[in-house]
């Protein structure tokens, strides 16, 4: 029905089982920002990945935040847009709006620290050098996850001011007080994201209209 559909971890999973695909023990179980050898989690863009919408004016890898312990084999036709070192299947797309992604791009403070204390595997890790390390990361991760929302909402259609600044805002509003950013700034920022959505928009309707008369 190309119903746009973004997933998060079991969301995603939720999707590969919806198209027909499988949810499996991950042969490793992934908590936290570092992988079993001490090295930071990552995520890395196939080719597919680096032209899909939804990474756009994004880089090619992403130091990511994972808490997981199963994984995904996508169905025939499925296409894997972001792979991981032992975690493999980390981005997947379904058709050309439905996206599932294993790894945590949404994390906020508050999720952060709820997690921490009522996870029994995050729990188990040493909770102040977790602390440290999305400390050290917040700003561009946060950054990282406005962008893939906002070209998520490109993507399904969404150009209502009033729904992008809600979604926008439920997602980042700790994180800019944080920050110290005053409210004319994260205004600034929200209007600038909505003037790229809708010249975006607007691009994609002239090219829609030249195809039609064409045609």
């Known amino acids: 029905r190309k119903i ?21 023990k991950s042969p490793v179980k992934e908590g936290g920002f570092r992988d079993p050898e001490g090295g930071r989690f ?16 994004l880089g090619d890898a992403f130091d990511v935040f994972q808490l997981h312990g199963e994984t995904v084999e996508p169905a025939a036709g499925m ?10 299947n980390q981005i997947v797309k379904a058709g050309t709006n439905a996206y599932g992604i294993q790894c945590h791009f949404e994390l906020t403070p508050e999720m952060f620290e709820t997690w921490i204390k009522e996870d029994p595997d995050l729990s188990k890790l040493a909770t102040q050098d977790l602390r440290k390390e999305f400390t050290a ?13 906002a070209n998520f909402l490109n993507i399904a259609g969404f150009c209502s001011v009033l729904l992008a600044i809600c979604l926008f805002f439920s997602m980042s509003v700790s994180t800019v007080q944080a920050e110290g950013f005053g409210g004319s700034s994260a205004g600034a ?4 994201m909505m003037k790229d959505m809708k010249r975006k928009r607007a691009v994609q309707q002239i090219k829609s209209e030249n195809r039609a008369r064409k045609e």
């Open 79 to 88: 296409t894997v847009l972001g792979t991981g070192r032992f975690c493999r």
């Open 189 to 192: 920022q929200s209007q600038q």
């Open 42 to 57: 990552s995520v890395e863009l196939t080719g597919k990945g680096k032209a899909d919408p939804l990474f756009a004016g």
């Open 137 to 149: 990361m917040q700003k561009s991760y946060t950054q990282t996850g406005r962008r893939l929302l």
């Open 4 to 24: 746009p559909y973004l997933g998060v971890c079991l969301g995603q999973q939720t999707l590969v089982k919806a198209a027909g695909g499988r949810v499996v």
